[in-house]
């Protein structure tokens, strides 16, 4: 979803977010968020991406334009839960994490090339691996959230990197 500077500020408002947090926890620089808010550049795609994908999985919801109606911005309900422990097991190439959705428990497993890939990267130990995700995990949620309802099985949602790429 395309966001415009006006919702950005709302929703950052809504956070109790400065500038400088919404930068941090959409890995972009506070320079893309200035000038975006202040319309004075349009970020990338993948940025602008990030800057929204951060802010609806913190729980803000954007309203697109509706006939007479204008964007808007508002919390939504939140039915993922997660815990911000995530495991390496690069034996197995995967990372995985303990969410629950609407009350249901499953692990929540991210192909390990799939990080690589996503960050354009050749990871070799569990501490990069580990930040890699912790850097994505706005975008991990956002397909969490979008995947869970039809593909948890056998109590697991596998991540992969089209599925990240989909956000």
Not at 153 to 159: H, N, T, V, W
Request: charged share 25%; net charge negative.
């Amino acid at each position: 979803m395309q966001i415009t500077a006006d919702q950005c500020r709302a929703a950052r408002s809504l956070l109790n977010w400065t500038q400088d947090q919404l930068a941090t926890n959409a890995s972009v620089s506070r320079a893309t968020i200035v000038d975006f808010e202040s319309n004075a550049r349009q970020p990338m795609k993948n940025n602008l991406r990030s800057i929204a994908d951060c802010m609806f999985a913190a729980g803000i919801e954007f309203i697109p334009e509706d006939g007479d109606l204008g964007v808007g911005v508002r919390f939504r309900e939140r039915k993922l839960e997660y815990t911000s422990n995530v495991r390496i097991d690069r034996f197995n190439r995967a990372a995985t994490m303990r969410m629950r959705f609407a009350g249901e428990d499953f692990l929540c497993v991210i192909d390990l090339d799939a990080v690589d890939d996503y960050h354009r990267a050749n990871f070799a130990t569990d501490e990069e691996f580990g930040k890699g995700v912790s850097e994505m995990l706005h975008t991990v949620l956002v397909v969490a959230e979008r995947f869970a309802p039809t593909h948890v099985k056998d109590g697991k949602l596998i991540i992969t990197y089209d599925m990240l790429q989909s956000s």
